[in-house]
């Protein structure tokens, strides 16, 4: 008899497992299909988000369209979208970094230190030396070189003698 209970609990043990397995399955793919829809509404509203023209889009939503493009491998949608942001905003650091990612071999997996390089040429590039200075006095700093992120900040002190920032910084 104890032999007769323990052999019928581990049936409904594994009776109760395959039962919870089969509900974990179910849900899982009712969440991957909630996710697929989710996913295709968020990319009809990026088109029409782009649509409107980069003129009406923040910096900041080009960066986000851009780092999504990229990742879904729609690199010429991302050089396109660059391209024409920065006709209008040829200031912008992070689409001239993602424009810059774009030449790379693999967009989406660029490597760190690749990455800090196409970092300090997008920064490089700036038309406006005091926010050019400015920028890479930060970046600088970021990184913990202080030596060479005071200079910059120096810099920025000579074409704006009023900016607080880098006074304070």
Do not use: C, H
């Amino acid at each position: 008899l104890k032999n007769k209970m323990s052999v019928t609990g581990w049936g409904l043990a594994r009776s109760s497992e395959a039962s919870q397995q089969a509900g974990q399955d179910a849900n899982t793919i009712k969440l991957k299909a909630e996710y697929d829809s989710l996913k295709s509404q968020y990319d009809k509203a990026s088109e029409q988000i782009a649509s409107l023209g980069t003129g009406k889009l923040m910096e900041s939503e080009v960066a986000e369209l851009l780092r999504r493009y990229i990742s879904d491998a729609q690199n010429e949608k991302a050089r396109k979208l660059a391209d024409n942001f920065l006709q209008d905003s040829p200031n912008s650091v992070n689409v001239k970094l993602y424009r810059l990612m774009l030449d790379e071999p693999a967009p989406a997996n660029v490597p760190q230190e690749r990455l800090e390089a196409l970092t300090l040429k997008a920064i490089e590039s700036l038309d406006v030396p005091a926010m050019k200075a400015s920028i890479l006095g930060q970046f600088y700093q970021g990184k913990g070189q202080n030596a060479q992120a005071v200079e910059y900040y120096e810099q920025v002190l000579k074409f704006a003698p009023d900016n607080g920032q880098a006074a304070a910084n």
